[in-house]
């Protein structure tokens, strides 16, 4: 089976949203796909996921999601969840996670660079956003 690393490393929301379909598309072909949360992407698989985080102001991240639900795109915390659902491993950045207060939800692990490193050694592929 081909294996796929993702480094989420980006504070921007865009990128988040896009690592997170990257790695259910691989998932659904049947890769085995690990996914590291560095920096704010980390809030994302909390056990409180928040997801107005990254580089957006308060009026321009609410005009983002209401042109995503026009056009029927699903939210990051749906993209999230799913992914915990489908079988990507999930590892969220220890040290930065400590620092932000955030306890990781069930399924997602707490990791750091030698983890990265060592899984990301012998990927068929590693993207980083």
């Known amino acids: 089976m081909p ?21 259910l598309s691989a998932r659904a072909l049947g890769y085995e796909v690990h996914l590291f949360a560095s920096g704010l992407g980390v ?4 056990k409180r996921p928040r997801t107005r985080l990254v580089g957006l102001p308060f009026l321009a991240s609410l005009y983002i999601k209401w042109k995503m ?10 993209l999230a969840a799913e992914c915990l659902k489908s079988g990507v491993r999930i590892y969220v950045d220890e040290p930065v996670a400590k620092m932000l207060g955030v306890e990781p939800a069930e399924g997602v692990s707490l990791a750091g660079a030698l983890t990265f490193l060592a899984i990301a050694k012998d ?7």
């Open 3 to 23: 294996k796929l690393v993702v480094m989420l490393s980006d504070n921007d929301l865009a990128k988040s949203y896009h690592a997170l379909v990257v790695a």
């Open 43 to 46: 809030l994302i698989f909390g």
């Open 69 to 78: 639900r026009k056009i029927g795109a699903r939210r990051l915390e749906e």
């Open 123 to 129: 990927a068929d592929l590693v993207l980083t956003f």
